[in-house]
């Protein structure tokens, strides 16, 4: 019988508790779904990824919206193979697919609504949406991304939500990087992984930021320029506008929220963009009014990502023959161990389930 991960309990927790992990569970009786609607395709997924988010659906932590119905299955980045294709689908046996992590496929940016409600827009393995964490899933064909032939599965899963989401705030927000711009990300984990590479790729100069010298080397091995351990040098906004001589970086994509936006804001040009991605950091009260005022800065949300995203994306790394940052593959029966990397927050790059060979 297939098997997937479910989540079982109720009880919330702070994101970074491993305890958080009793709500979790492995159900080895999963009848293989038979029923293929039409325009669908049963999905053999051969490894799943896991961002911050997952581990805060695990907790039922108010951090992250829900609630989250019994028995979701968790995690919203897959990869595999198309094992039985509906009637009239475009994809046939043997395909190699990404899961694209939610169910957008774009939205206008001419101020109207996105196109579909908030609990889509949460994504898979979360709300009451099942996630990827699992041996089968029947999904739309629309759900579905043809993958880059030079990637294994392991790395394919770790495209998705990180790699989208990095393209989102690079080159789909209020304008694009170009060629000579200057790039800031923010510490090395999954989607700073991909917006150094990404950038890189573009022809941007990259300054990363990482708690080690040792993670540093590997940003430097992915594409960055300059490098600044924020430990050791915790005024980092100050080394950023040396390093640039008094300028500023054209974009910083911001991923610990509170703690740093101050910061962020301050290493930028002026007219700069600070793009949105995560709040890993607690929540606290301060006064952006007035830089953002006298700085010019444009603040962007980065909500989610679209498929629209995740394609060109994936486009790009094929067409540059780029690979994601893996920084472990975990064994089926060994999710929770995963879980528990990712609580530390010590990863370079993205944490990967093998769900089967």
Request: with cysteine; aromatic share 6%; proline share 5%.
């Amino acid at each position: 019988m297939p098997s997937e991960y479910q989540l079982h309990g109720q009880t919330q927790y702070d994101w970074q508790d491993t305890a958080a992990l009793a709500n979790l569970r492995l159900n080895k009786n999963v009848p293989k779904p038979t029923n293929i609607p039409a325009g669908h395709a049963l999905v053999r997924i051969r490894a799943a990824a896991l961002n911050a988010r997952d581990m805060m659906v695990v907790a039922q932590n108010p951090i992250y919206p829900g609630p989250h119905m019994q028995d979701l299955v968790p995690c919203a980045d897959g990869a595999g193979e198309v094992e039985t294709p509906g009637a009239n689908s475009a994809w046939k046996k043997g395909d190699r697919v990404l899961i694209n992590s939610n169910s957008m496929m774009d939205w206008d940016y001419s101020g109207s609504e996105p196109l579909i409600g908030y609990k889509e827009a949460a994504g898979k393995g979360a709300s009451e949406i099942q996630g990827t964490l699992r041996e089968y899933a029947v999904l739309p064909d629309s759900h579905l991304i043809r993958a880059p032939s030079h990637l294994s599965y392991e790395e394919l899963a770790a495209m998705p939500a990180a790699g989208a989401t990095a393209m989102h705030a690079l080159f789909f927000g209020p304008r694009a990087i170009k060629p000579g711009n200057i790039v800031l990300a923010q510490g090395t984990g999954g989607v700073s992984c991909f917006v150094i590479q990404l950038a890189a790729a573009a022809g941007a100069t990259v300054i990363a930021t990482s708690s080690s010298d040792e993670k540093l080397q590997q940003a430097k091995a992915l594409g960055a320029t300059h490098l600044i351990n924020y430990k050791t040098t915790p005024a980092w906004d100050d080394e950023v506008l040396r390093v640039t001589g008094g300028r500023g970086v054209d974009v910083v994509v911001e991923v610990a929220g509170s703690s740093t936006i101050a910061q962020s804001l301050r290493a930028s040009r002026r007219g700069g963009l600070v793009a949105v991605v995560g709040f890993l950091s607690e929540s606290k009260e301060q006064d952006l009014v007035i830089p953002i005022i006298m700085g010019g800065y444009t603040v962007y949300g980065v909500f989610m990502y679209t498929k629209v995203h995740t394609e060109a994306m994936t486009k790009m790394f094929e067409e540059k023959r780029l690979k994601p940052v893996i920084a472990k593959v975990f064994e089926w029966e060994d999710a929770g161990k995963a879980f528990e990397m990712l609580s530390r927050q010590s990863a370079v790059g993205k944490i990967v389930i093998k769900v089967a060979e």
